[in-house]
């Protein structure tokens, strides 16, 4: 195991030999054995490719600032990375870890006094939702109504039943309900689609164990009196077109292929379709289930005239502004550079905020323009992108732009690499297993992230099993000289 995670890491190493400008991202977690540690990846440019890559997992004192940024350190110079080259970080926006004085990216630019900090984008979706919904109490009851419901049924075979039974006869088909993450509040989206689509039936299986007067007979009255206002009813649906593509861009955010041009260009749209809500878009959606209610003989209150179309406004104009507020940063300046090159407009752009991010001059950037616009071919492609940033001759003809693109390719989305690496972890690391060393445990996890795909006898291809050779020989080759226990 010692010998195959080290020529995974000689391998690792052999990769990053010419990097010369790399983003860094990094977040902790605990693991099975409660304890701390810190996950580290490397986003670079070779080969004509953007590639990310995961370098370590390694134990820490403690969260402190200082330690984190010790662990980072010791992270790069294991594969052999000078921390002076590292251009952007990119972390989830905790406190030690983003802290503009004494956090681990101000400690950071110590050693890389130009560094870029950037906040992840799926985690700043969660964060503009939160501080949406916390100045809302009507959005904050009904949530409070999805989490109440999902415990109401899942901790009773018995009333899950019920409600299974509902569900076959009146809708066709049933649903499990689905709980929302504490921390992942676009989790709701799943939570709230199933009420929706079950909202008679749950108002059913409600009055029923209301009727039992059995345990929680009382809760479930309580929750059958919050169903049957209209005004519940009406949030929710709203709550599910606004949830749903705030979902879609979240998932989108954190593939492994997303860059950051058209990470930002999704977020405008999502801004912009969220900002033409109106509250039309839902009134034929409660329409049908206010049928089906009546249908079902479930008697609906009505609120105050008005009332959940003011407050539904309201929740979506403070989303709109925290996610504006929030995407309003370095980063979407920087962006802006790959809607230069898309437009390629005849009237010469402003560089002056993608100057002021890089530190750059604007009228430098603005003379180079002037050529670059002429070159032939998609000049917002990422091949022609790369090239015009890593080209020798581009890179002498026009260093300035050429310096403004690497920033730009290297600008991470955020930490969803260092997220699935933590994944990694805990497919390894389990209640089951959980003796293994830290390095064993890295080593492993090296495996299973860089190391080449197991070959499949009937369908494995020349290169693939040309790079299992490689594994296998350079692993023969460490463990052939490792000391042998007597």
């Known amino acids: 195991m010692e010998a195959f995670g080290e020529a995974i890491v000689q391998n690792l190493k052999k990769r990053l030999?010419?990097?010369?400008?790399?983003?860094?991202?990094?977040?902790?977690?605990?693991d099975i054995n409660a304890h701390e540690v810190v996950s580290v990846c490397v986003r670079f440019i070779a080969s004509g490719a953007v590639t990310e890559m995961f370098i370590g997992c390694w134990p820490i004192k403690s969260t402190a600032a200082v330690d984190v940024r010790d662990c980072i350190l010791h992270a790069l110079h294991s594969v052999n990375l000078d921390p002076g080259h590292m251009v952007e970080v990119a972390f989830d926006g905790a406190g030690n870890m983003s802290g503009r004085k004494r956090g681990v990216q101000a400690l950071l630019k110590e050693h890389s006094a130009d560094l870029m900090y950037v906040h992840c984008r799926s985690h700043l979706l969660q964060l503009a939702l939160v501080r949406a919904a916390e100045r809302s109490q009507v959005v904050k009851r009904v949530l409070t109504v999805i989490?109440?419901?999902?415990?109401?049924?899942?901790?009773?075979?018995?009333?899950?039943?019920?409600?299974?039974?509902?569900?076959?006869?009146?809708?066709?088909?049933?649903?499990?309900?689905?709980?929302?993450?504490?921390?992942?509040?676009?989790?709701?989206?799943?939570?709230?689609?199933?009420?929706?689509?079950?909202?008679?039936?749950?108002?059913?299986?409600l009055e029923s164990i209301y009727a039992d007067a059995a345990d929680l007979s009382c809760d479930a009255g309580g929750l059958l009196q919050e169903l049957r206002n209209v005004q519940t009813l009406y949030l929710i649906c709203v709550l599910q077109h606004i949830f749903q593509p705030l979902a879609r861009l979240s998932r989108a955010l954190q593939t492994k292929d997303a860059n950051i041009s058209t990470s930002m260009a999704l977020v405008k749209a999502t801004i912009n379709g969220i900002k033409g809500f109106s509250s039309e878009?839902?009134?034929?959606?409660?329409?049908?289930?206010?049928?089906?209610?009546?249908?079902?003989?479930?008697?609906m209150t009505v609120s105050e005239s008005g009332c959940e179309k003011n407050a539904a406004n309201q929740f979506v104009k403070n989303v709109v502004s925290n996610l504006e507020m929030r995407f309003s940063d370095d980063v979407s300046s920087l962006c802006s550079l790959h809607e230069v090159l898309q437009q390629r407009t005849p009237t010469p752009p402003d560089f002056s905020n993608i100057a002021h991010v890089l530190g750059a001059s604007s009228r430098e950037l603005q003379k180079e323009w002037g050529f670059i616009q002429r070159l032939d071919g998609d000049l917002s492609s990422e091949e022609q992108m790369i090239a015009i940033a890593t080209s020798t001759q581009y890179r002498r003809m026009y260093p300035t732009f050429s310096s403004a693109l690497r920033r730009l390719l290297l600008l991470?989305?955020?930490?969803?690499?260092?997220?699935r690496s933590f994944s990694t972890l805990n497919r390894i690391l389990t209640d089951k297993r959980c003796c293994l060393t830290p390095d064993h445990t890295?080593?492993?996890?090296?495996?299973s992230v860089e190391g080449p795909d197991i070959l499949d006898v009937r369908d494995g291809t020349s290169k693939e099993q040309n790079e299992m050779d490689e594994l296998l020989n350079a692993a023969y080759s460490i463990w052939i000289h490792k000391p042998r226990r007597c």
């Open 442 to 447: 890295r080593h492993l996890m090296l495996m």
């Open 412 to 419: 991470p989305v955020g930490t969803a690499t260092v997220e």
């Open 281 to 299: 878009a839902v009134e034929p959606d409660v329409a049908v289930t206010m049928s089906k209610l009546k249908d079902a003989g479930v008697h």
């Open 17 to 30: 030999a010419n990097v010369t400008e790399y983003a860094m991202m990094a977040d902790e977690c605990t």
């Open 147 to 205: 989490n109440k419901l999902y415990s109401m049924f899942k901790h009773s075979p018995k009333r899950l039943g019920v409600l299974e039974g509902v569900q076959c006869a009146v809708d066709g088909t049933s649903h499990k309900l689905i709980q929302a993450g504490s921390t992942l509040w676009l989790s709701y989206d799943g939570s709230i689609a199933v009420v929706h689509k079950h909202y008679t039936a749950i108002c059913l299986a």
